[in-house]
């Protein structure tokens, strides 16, 4: 009976806890339901984060291309390569997932990575789950990932990325600067040039889709989808002109190395539009290396006094105002300035009483003392350098221009700075100036961005237009100006003697500018100078305007500052002219013929169109010119360089002929002459590197057609 009461009792208590849990949890779940909480997490949150799923859309970064459309720096994939080192990973022994032997893996990835075999030995037996393999492991092209996948090595992977890439490695440098990523943040933001400068138009926005999905991460039928459309970014047009820029690196390079000059500099531009189609200096660096020694575009930045190719626009100033006469004779060597020191010809001497004609091929420091002085007036004069733009930055659209130096204070800094002396100015400044001598008197604004693009509508969002930025001088005192500079490089007498291009009339000025040293004085010594020419062609139309400067190169005894300048001026405008389709003038091209040193300007082409291959072929091997011939055919139907074009020894000549053309083998060829190959079959070129060819997508032998793409890589020799 006891028993049976104690029974009771426990039944009594198991009931009222039972009752009680039930109220406990009835009241848990009408809390849970009236409030939508649990411990302070809203449950709809905790689903929506279960079973919502979201994947990011990646956007690009928008690219900068030349104004033909070919690419300058654009996002490329690349791999990081990375080993899974846990045993944990591999559930099948035949088939693991994580490295098996340290030894073999570090020995096969060595010489693909370029890292020593302890190196990667030691990465791979840390103890972690997983491991990368430093730089040399990073930015992994999709090439050298097929090559490590093809040796099947267990445990090891890849995870795929982008980087910012530059195809042509140092070109254009400074003009379209660099852009880096940020390892923490994972975004890439302009560092340098264009890339900084249009960074907010170049910068991308990653979308994103959200979806429902099963506890499996799977997406469930009907689910209503959250879509943000990825943003990328505008792509930056340049006035750039690829090919006019790969003339000036190859000149700026073979400069480089013969005379090793501690700095140089080079414009080429459009003086119908300002446009500025190509810019590049040295020393220079690799945006995909950013091997860089200065951080400056001494195109825009670097200010200095530039010489005599001041002269230019003192000369202009003279005709326009009247009192330039080319006969008028005065007395050299030595020009006296009251409560100052002499200023002297730069042979200290002079050349006994001279015409100011002489005295402009002659570069007579003293005959535009005299011009500046005594003939235009120091005040006119000013506001002639005022009407020329050197008193304010040219407002080109590059980052960190930097302004003119003028000493106006003295009288005889006001007189030195008629012939390029006192007064400080930068190179776009001069060329800005230039293109009002070259345009009818029409002053030109210098521009590098041609236009900003989306590239997902393309609506142009921004577009540069040609600014006339005043009429400093006439049309018809361009035009004399013009004819007097163009003896500076003809005459008997003209320090331009150097720049003759034979088929073509140049009107220019040669500069020999003083360096500053410590304590303010000049440097002195032969190579201790800047040497620079601004030369514009066609004389009688000029397309074209080269500004080249070189600063204490390394000179034979026999050479003159003129040497490496000349080197690359010639070379930057004979090509660019003939890839213009510019042709020489009748008067120039009868000229040509009469050049007596044919061993140091070449020999001109004579048509081969028509010609027996065979015969074509001896007379260019007679000349030590190598003959390329493309196709199976036994008469030229085409050639390249064209007829009347000046080649010197052992420079290539491309004969077509009829008949199915085959690649020929290009390794070791200049980037000119496959710039030349690309020309005459109509390719569309593409390289990376600089330097020679030891790469060529196109196998030698395959037969190529019109439009196809060539794909080259560039060493630099060792």
């Known amino acids: 009976m006891k028993k049976s009461k104690n029974m009771n009792r426990g039944a009594a208590i198991l009931s009222v806890i039972f009752v009680l849990l039930f109220f406990i949890l009835f009241g848990r779940f009408f809390y849970i339901q009236a409030t939508g909480t649990v411990d302070g997490q809203v449950l709809a949150v905790k689903a929506k984060e279960k079973y919502e799923k979201k994947r990011m859309l990646e956007a690009r970064r928008g690219q900068i291309l030349d104004q033909k459309g070919n690419v300058l720096a654009e996002d490329t994939v690349t791999y990081t390569l990375v080993a899974v080192l846990d045993e944990k990973m591999t559930t099948d022994p035949d088939h693991p997932n994580h490295v098996v032997d340290p030894e073999e893996t570090a020995e096969k990835l060595a010489p693909i ?33 097929q090559q490590i996948e093809k040796l099947k090595l267990p ?126 200096q040295r020393p220079s660096f690799d945006p995909n290396e950013r091997d860089i020694q200065n951080f400056y575009n001494d195109a825009v930045s670097y200010r200095f006094e530039p010489g005599s190719t001041m002269k230019i626009f003192t000369l202009a100033a003279a005709v326009n105002e009247g009192v330039y006469n080319g006969n008028e004779k005065y007395k050299s060597g030595m020009y006296k300035v009251k409560g100052a020191s002499p200023i002297y010809d730069h042979n200290n001497v002079g050349w006994g009483t001279i015409t100011f004609d002489e005295a402009v091929q002659r570069s007579s420091n003293v005959g535009f003392a005299i011009l500046a002085h005594k003939k235009i007036g120091l005040e006119r004069f000013y506001q002639y350098l005022n009407r020329f ?114 088929g073509y009339h140049i009107a220019g000025k040669t500069g020999t500018a003083q360096i500053a040293g410590e304590g303010g004085r000049y440097l002195t010594g032969r190579e201790n100078y800047v040497f620079s020419f601004l030369g514009m062609a066609p004389k009688e139309n000029p397309e074209l305007i080269v500004y080249v400067a070189v600063q204490q190169p390394k000179l034979k005894p026999t050479e003159t500052g003129s040497a490496p300048v000349s080197m690359i001026f010639k070379s930057v405008m004979k090509n660019s002219l003939e890839y213009l389709k510019i042709e020489p003038t009748t008067a120039a091209a009868k000229e040509e013929k009469n050049v007596k040193n044919e061993k140091e300007v070449g020999v001109s ?114």
């Not at 789950?129 to 999709?142: A, D, H, T």
Request: glycine share 8%.
């Open 155 to 280: 445990g090891i992977g890849f995870i795929r990325d982008t980087k910012r890439f530059y195809p042509n490695g140092k070109f254009a440098s400074y003009v379209i600067g660099y852009a880096k990523r940020d390892e923490k943040t994972g975004k890439t933001t302009g560092q340098l040039g264009i890339e900084k400068s249009l960074d907010k138009y170049l910068q991308e926005t990653d979308g994103y889709v959200i979806y429902e999905s099963d506890r499996s991460g799977y997406k469930l039928p009907g689910s209503k989808d959250k879509i943000v459309t990825p943003n990328n970014g505008a792509d930056v047009y340049l006035t750039i002109d690829q090919k006019i820029q790969t003339f000036l690196e190859d000149a700026l390079n073979e400069a480089e190395k013969q005379y090793q000059p501690t700095k140089m500099i080079g414009i080429v531009a459009d003086p119908k539009t300002g446009k500025i189609l190509a810019m590049s």
């Open 605 to 718: 082409l004579p048509e081969y169109k028509g010609q027996q291959v065979q015969q074509a072929v001896q007379e260019l091997e007679k000349q030590q010119i190598q003959p390329i011939v493309l196709g199976g055919g036994a008469t030229v139907t085409s050639q390249y360089p064209s007829a009347t074009s000046r080649v010197i020894q052992r420079e290539k000549v491309f004969l077509l002929t009829d008949g199915a053309v085959k690649m020929p083998n290009i390794s070791g060829w200049s980037l000119r002459d496959v710039m030349k190959l690309c020309s005459i079959m109509e390719l569309e070129l593409k390289y990376e590197g600089s330097g020679y060819v030891n790469a060529q997508n196109i196998k030698p032998g395959t037969e190529i057609r019109k439009g196809d793409q060539l794909t080259i890589k560039l060493k630099k020799p060792k």
């Open 113 to 145: 990575l370029g890292m020593k075999q302890k190196e990667i030995e030691a990465i791979l037996k840390k103890d972690k789950f997983q491991v990368e393999f430093g730089e040399k492991g990073r930015n992994i092209s999709f090439a050298k990932k």
């Open 389 to 502: 733009g050197f008193l304010e930055k040219t407002g080109i659209d590059l980052p960190n221009e930097e302004n003119s130096k003028l000493n106006y204070k003295w009288e005889r800094d006001k007189i030195s700075t008629a012939f390029g002396q006192a007064s400080a100015f930068t190179p776009i400044q001069l060329v800005q100036a230039a293109t009002a001598i070259a345009n009818d008197g029409k002053m030109m604004k210098p521009y590098v961005i041609d236009k900003i693009v989306d590239p997902d509508t393309n609506r142009v969002l921004k577009k540069t237009e040609p600014s006339v930025e005043g009429e400093p001088i006439t049309k018809e005192t361009a035009a004399k100006t013009l004819d007097i500079l163009e003896t500076v490089v003809t005459s008997e007498h003209g320090t331009g003697k150097p720049f003759q291009i034979p």
